[in-house]
T-cell receptor, first 110, second 110 residues
Framework: ETAVFQTPNYHVTQVGNEVSFNCKQT?????MYWYKQDSKKLLKIMFS???????VNETVPRRFSPQSSDKAHLNLRIKSVEPEDSAVYLC?????????FGPGTRLTVL | GQQVQQSPASLVLQEGENAELQCNFS?????MQWFYQRPGGSLVSLFY???GTKHSGRLTSTTVIKERRSSLHISSSQTTDSGTYLC????????????FGTGTTVSVSP
């Protein structure tokens, strides 16, 4: 049963535009994550958010920013997209010892 | 360098064959999780296995902490097993963000 929801599934945009991706989880855990999966399928952590507090911020460019309204939602905003931002962005949350992932948002920057 | 290495990078199987996927890590282990990902699909957690052996249907995961390795065994492979298998370790700092391996792409033909 799906517990981590992401919208949109796909997004195509031009260089320089601003985009925002949504993530919602229904497992009730405090911590949520954003990962980036590149064209080689390598997954890397971007942000960890614990009850509205940023607890890990990898060396991602400043144009990326997580936005949280409550512990069930963690959105990702990209201020001015660049070609190298083309990737799949995956949201996740903890459930017990495991992490559960959403279906991802595929971003294509033209 | 990459802290979590997986081998082989890709694997081609005939239906019914067994397979062994390896995950080696250079950092200390806080947790070990195996995931399965279909092309264009989300990550599905297969095992949380920080040590010892766990079974789930035709899948077996074995983690040996001293040797800094974990393996995933697929027995009697089926075409539906095709996809990418990823192992991941907990970072151990700033929450429970995961460090992912490079992945093994498995293709099972009938």
């Amino acid at each position: 049963e799906t517990a981590v929801f992401q919208t949109p599934n796909y997004h195509v945009t031009q260089v320089g535009n601003e985009v925002s991706f949504n993530c919602k989880q229904t497992l009730g855990h405090d911590t949520m994550y954003w990962y980036k999966q590149d064209s080689k399928k390598l997954l890397k952590i971007m942000f960890s958010y614990n009850n509205k507090q940023l607890i890990v911020n990898e060396t991602v460019p400043r144009r990326f920013s997580p936005q949280s309204s409550d512990k069930a939602h963690l959105n990702l905003r990209i201020k001015s997209v660049e070609p190298e931002d083309s990737a799949v962005y995956l949201c996740a949350t903890d459930w017990g010892y495991e992490q559960y992932f959403g279906p991802g948002t595929r971003l294509t920057v033209l | 360098g990459q802290q979590v290495q997986q081998s082989p990078a890709s694997l081609v199987l005939q239906e019914g064959e067994n397979a062994e996927l390896q995950c080696n890590f250079s950092t200390s282990l806080n947790s070990m999780q195996w995931f399965y990902q279909r092309p264009g699909g989300s990550l599905v957690s297969l095992f949380y296995n920080p040590s010892g052996t766990k079974h789930s249907g035709r899948l077996t995961s074995t983690t040996v902490i001293k040797e800094r390795r974990s393996s995933l065994h697929i027995s009697s492979s089926q075409t539906t097993d095709s996809g990418t298998y990823l192992c991941a370790l907990e970072r151990g700092q700033g929450g429970r963000a995961l460090i992912f391996g490079t992945g093994t792409t498995v293709s099972v033909s009938p």
